[in-house]
């Protein structure tokens, strides 16, 4: 699956950066803006590549379901836009990946489900999207992961056929909406994961344990 590939495609949160920080002080600051106790930042992390659901689901045990989710949704997401880069961190190794990659001449870009109002500020903050070829956020097109259409519309960004590409992701998701794009897929082992999930139950054709393990998977191609 890696031996003809010209670009390497990968989700954001978790893959990429390493924004629990972030996003955990952003909710962590509506339980102490209500008086309630503030939680360990380690109790959020592994919440953190489900987005707001997530974070509101630790903070305050609320689902979707419940009648004011969609009121301190907001809430959370304008606490997190004021502080998304504070924390921020492109995880070990990454950086030096991008350089290689760059170095074979193969393209790079972004597949996230986090909304442009997001992506958009964050990538344009950080030096390392300066050399993306594509950032496709989770409302860029009209389906978000696990459908394959944000996989194929950065192909098309690419001018690439999606078998050209592979998608590193951190989550069953990514997975699945590379396996349906036609890609070829890896599981990232190093993000949020913890305990909770097997990435070797997902079906990806490879998976890897740091950022620069996809550099031997290229070269054993």
Known sequence: MFSDVRAVLFDLDGTLID??????????KMRTDRGMPSLPAERYRPMAGAGARGM??????????????????????????????????VFDGVGHLIEQLLQRQLMWGVVTNKSARFTEPLTFAMPLFATAGAVVSGDSTPHAKPHPAPLLEAAS????????????????????AG????????????????????PLQWGAHAVVNSPLDLLQLLEKA
């Open 56 to 89: 509101l689901g630790e903070a305050f045990g609320m689902t979707p379901e419940h009648p004011d989710y969609e009121a301190l949704r907001e809430e959370f997401f304008v606490n997190y836009e004021t502080r998304m880069t504070h924390l921020t961190t």
């Open 179 to 198: 396996l349906a794009a036609g890609m070829g897929t890896v599981a990232a082992t190093y993000g949020y994961l913890g305990d909770r999930a097997d």
């Open 19 to 28: 924004s629990a920080p972030d996003l955990g002080a952003a909710a962590d």
């Open 157 to 176: 960004r690419l001018g690439l056929n999606p078998d050209r590409c592979i998608y590193v992701g951190d989550d069953h998701r990514d997975i699945v």
